[in-house]
């Protein structure tokens, strides 16, 4: 493909496919630690100029082996349930765990309690079957607001102030619950608010205006204030002087503690995944590549967003680019990655690498149609490489039945 790809999912291995990538198995994630690094200290610094205290969201990268790398610089971790909280627990030990579900269990709240410091509950009726136990046990609890303000277009999957959402309560649904059950009030310590994907602080701004609308006379009577995810701080060209303004404002208003919650942020452009050409062929006009990576089993985000994920040296503006289709080999028709211009046809046994990889990958990803899980590979600071999984037939077989 010649030539070195400039684009930030590439920047960490020089816009090339580094030697030390090139003798391992694919498919395979590789994870590269100065890349994890440079993004903690940046969200490090917005923690130390504000105040504020960053958690990780887990949902969005939880590959535990890099909690060090992120440890310094952040309050915690986020967890969307038990499994999560117990796994911040135990691998920052220590750190603050905060939790969030949409409905929480009741054979499971007690270990919950076990792990999680702050509890967010997503519905009045949650806070009150469970808010008294969490209080008791000493923890801080919280409940998720719909501040009613979409500033998402085309991802309405991801868009948790969509019409009819079961994410957040509205100020509606809060007022109705409190006339029936006014202890309510005396529950809460803090709000929890998410209603962003992938998106810049001037939309977080937009979205405070909206806050303070339909909650701040109650904003300025708890002692925290979540900001949830989706803010893509890490992402070159974000505003990062808008994103403290609103933190400073929140603090100064409201004099309450402001909390961020980013996932993807952590680990963005800090990831590939490296697959192999294992056939070339063509249906009519359509030139095809098939790869042994696959959209729906190793990078279901592809399918379920949809995007195109980045391709090393591939570019949409070449005027004389050949367009071929990847896709993977499973027997879904619609495993397929993505149409990409080339500037020479790939071949069999040709090493490809997408970017931005990190998030919602290895979390994600599954063995449908027996396929293997591809194994995790840390990139270390010296350009060295460590093994961090050994997946096999085992870990497709025991998701399904007996281990006998």
Same mark, same amino acid.
């Given at each position: 493909?010649?030539?070195?790809?400039?684009?930030?999912?590439?920047? $960490?291995?020089?816009?090339?496919?580094?030697?030390?990538?090139?003798?391992i198995k694919t498919p395979c994630y590789i994870l590269d630690e100065k890349a994890l690094i440079k993004n903690a200290k940046l969200l490090g610094e917005v923690s130390e100029r504000t105040g504020c205290k960053m958690l990780l969201a887990q949902k969005a990268f939880s590959n535990y082996?890099?909690?060090? =790398?992120?440890?310094?610089?952040?309050?915690?971790?986020?967890?969307?349930? #038990?499994?999560?909280?117990?796994?911040? $627990?135990?691998?920052?030990?220590?750190?603050?765990?905060?939790?969030?579900?949409?409905?929480?269990?009741?054979?499971?709240?007690?270990?919950?309690?076990?792990?999680?410091?702050?509890?967010? =509950?997503?519905?009045?009726?949650?806070?009150?079957? =469970?808010?008294?136990?969490?209080?008791?046990?000493?923890?801080?609890?919280?409940?998720?607001?719909?501040?009613?303000?979409?500033?998402?277009?085309?991802?309405?999957?991801?868009?948790?102030?969509?019409?009819?959402?079961?994410?957040?309560? *509205?100020?509606?649904?809060?007022?109705?619950?409190?006339?029936?059950?006014?202890?309510?009030?005396? #529950?809460?310590?803090?709000?929890?608010?998410?209603?962003?994907?992938?998106?810049?602080?001037?939309? #977080?701004? *937009? *979205?405070? /205006?909206?806050?303070?609308?339909?909650?701040?006379?109650?904003?300025?009577?708890?002692?925290?204030?979540?900001?949830?995810?989706?803010?893509?701080?890490?992402?070159?060209?974000?505003?990062?002087?808008?994103?403290?303004?609103?933190?400073?404002?929140?603090?100064?208003?409201?004099?309450?503690?402001?909390?961020?919650?980013?996932?993807?942020?952590?680990?963005?452009?800090?990831?590939?995944?490296?697959?192999?050409? &294992?056939?070339?062929?063509?249906?009519?006009?359509?030139?095809?590549?098939?790869?042994? $990576?696959?959209?729906?089993?190793?990078?279901?985000? /592809?399918?379920?967003?949809?995007?195109?994920?980045?391709?090393?040296?591939?570019?949409?503006?070449?005027?004389?680019?050949?367009?071929?289709?990847?896709?993977?080999?499973?027997?879904?028709?619609?495993?397929?990655?993505?149409?990409?211009?080339?500037?020479? &046809?790939?071949?069999?046994?040709?090493? #490809?690498?997408?970017?931005?990889?990190?998030?919602?990958?290895?979390?994600?990803?599954?063995?449908?149609n027996g396929m293997p899980l591809p194994n995790i590979w840390l990139r270390r600071a010296d350009n060295t490489m460590q093994q961090l999984t050994d997946f096999g037939y085992m870990d497709f077989k025991e998701r399904l039945g007996s281990r006998e």
């Open positions: 493909m010649g030539g070195l790809d400039k684009r930030a999912p590439f920047t $960490a291995t020089g816009g090339i496919i580094p030697p030390e990538f090139q003798n082996d890099c909690y060090r =790398f992120f440890e310094p610089y952040l309050a915690g971790t986020e967890a969307s349930g #038990l499994f999560e909280a117990r796994l911040g $627990a135990e691998e920052m030990p220590g750190k603050e765990v905060h939790v969030f579900c949409a409905g929480y269990r009741a054979d499971e709240f007690e270990e919950l309690l076990r792990y999680a410091d702050h509890i967010v =509950f997503n519905s009045p009726s949650q806070l009150l079957r =469970f808010g008294v136990r969490a209080k008791a046990a000493g923890k801080s609890v919280g409940l998720r607001i719909n501040p009613e303000c979409s500033t998402q277009e085309g991802h309405d999957i991801y868009d948790p102030c969509a019409q009819g959402s079961r994410m957040g309560t *509205t100020r509606a649904q809060w007022d109705e619950a409190v006339q029936k059950n006014p202890e309510l009030l005396d #529950l809460l310590d803090g709000l929890h608010f998410h209603t962003l994907c992938e998106q810049d602080s001037d939309d #977080l701004e *937009t *979205t405070l /205006v909206s806050v303070k609308k339909h909650f701040g006379d109650f904003a300025s009577r708890v002692k925290w204030i979540n900001f949830g995810g989706g803010h893509h701080i890490t992402r070159p060209g974000y505003d990062i002087e808008r994103l403290e303004r609103c933190i400073r404002t929140v603090q100064e208003e409201w004099k309450a503690e402001v909390y961020l919650e980013p996932g993807e942020a952590w680990a963005l452009n800090a990831g590939f995944l490296l697959t192999s050409v &294992l056939d070339v062929l063509k249906n009519g006009e359509t030139q095809i590549a098939i790869v042994d $990576a696959s959209a729906a089993c190793h990078m279901p985000d /592809v399918l379920e967003m949809p995007y195109l994920p980045p391709l090393l040296g591939t570019d949409e503006t070449e005027e004389n680019g050949i367009t071929v289709r990847l896709g993977g080999p499973t027997c879904l028709s619609g495993d397929v990655i993505g149409d990409y211009k080339f500037r020479q &046809l790939p071949e069999y046994r040709d090493i #490809l690498m997408f970017g931005d990889m990190a998030i919602y990958t290895t979390c994600k990803n599954n063995t449908f």
